[in-house]
């Protein structure tokens, strides 16, 4: 860490300032914390993925691409796994084709529709970028691999409670 460690819990110090001043502080509380924590693995995640010359949103989309059975995928249909904008993924693919790990390439069937498909460097990159990443545990640290799937457990009601799927 470049930064020198609290000798207390900021967070734990202004949930006890908020009950006094504010009233119950437990959501305060985990919401700061999840964003500081988000804080934490953008930042470790972005320090593996930058020699490899990805961000995270590219490196998802590589992935999304190689988890596709025919290493292709229509662009509306990366928006929605991505749960990214089309422009968000235009923007994606384009940095992705200017370094040439994915090609748009015409859909079989529908004119309308474009393909993104990864390429054979995309796919070492891919590769390389996941060595990366699992390397840090994606800068995950000090759980259990216990408490890590009940973290994912936990955080998943939320994703499905503001929408984000259905089960």
């Known amino acids: 860490m470049s930064h020198r460690a609290l000798p207390f819990d900021p967070i734990a110090r202004a949930a006890e300032l908020w009950e006094d001043r504010v009233g119950p502080s437990t959501t305060m509380a985990a919401v700061t914390s999840i964003m500081r924590v988000q804080q934490v693995l953008q930042s470790a995640v972005d320090a593996a993925l930058r020699p490899h010359g990805l961000t995270f949103a590219r490196y998802e989309a590589l992935v999304l691409l190689t988890f596709a059975k025919r290493g292709s995928l229509p662009m509306r249909v990366m928006g929605e796994r991505l749960q990214l904008h089309p422009t968000s993924v235009?923007?994606?693919?384009d940095r992705l084709e200017a370094d040439g790990l994915v090609k748009r390439i015409p859909?079989?069937?529908d004119r309308r529709t474009t393909?993104?498909?990864i390429?054979?460097?995309?796919?070492?990159r891919r590769e390389a970028a996941t060595v990366?990443?699992?390397?840090?545990d994606f800068g995950l640290r000090g759980l259990t691999e216990r408490?890590?799937?009940?973290?994912?457990?936990l955080l998943a009601k939320v994703r499905k409670a503001v929408?984000?799927?259905?089960?």
């Open 107 to 109: 859909h079989p069937t």
């Open 163 to 167: 929408g984000d799927f259905e089960d």
């Open 147 to 153: 408490q890590t799937l009940q973290l994912t457990e």
């Open 90 to 93: 235009t923007n994606i693919v």
């Open 119 to 124: 390429t054979e460097a995309g796919r070492d």
């Open 132 to 136: 990366a990443v699992t390397e840090i």
């Open 115 to 117: 393909l993104a498909e």
